[in-house]
């Protein structure tokens, strides 16, 4: 199965760092872009696995918050 996000990615002197638009908490850097692709996707991988698979069932539902 091939899933498809969004990586948005930044410089930052002589690194790339990006992360993944609809995963928070996915991020990663590397000295080039196709780098950062190669450790964004282990970044994921690596949360995948280390996820409980009691926390991928979680629902959400949307909240106010007053500023």
């Known amino acids: 199965m091939v899933l498809e ?3 948005e ?3 930052d002197d002589t690194w790339y760092v990006g992360r993944l ?3 928070p908490g996915v ?3 590397g000295r080039t872009l ?3 692709e190669e450790n964004i ?3 994921y991988r690596l949360m995948r696995r280390e996820q409980p698979a009691a926390r ?3 629902r ?3 909240i106010a918050i007053s500023a």
């Open 5 to 7: 996000f969004t990586l």
């Open 9 to 11: 990615y930044w410089q």
């Open 21 to 23: 638009r609809e995963v």
């Open 27 to 29: 991020f990663s850097q």
């Open 34 to 36: 196709k780098e950062l």
């Open 41 to 43: 996707r282990d970044a």
């Open 56 to 58: 991928r069932r979680a």
């Open 60 to 62: 959400s539902r949307p």
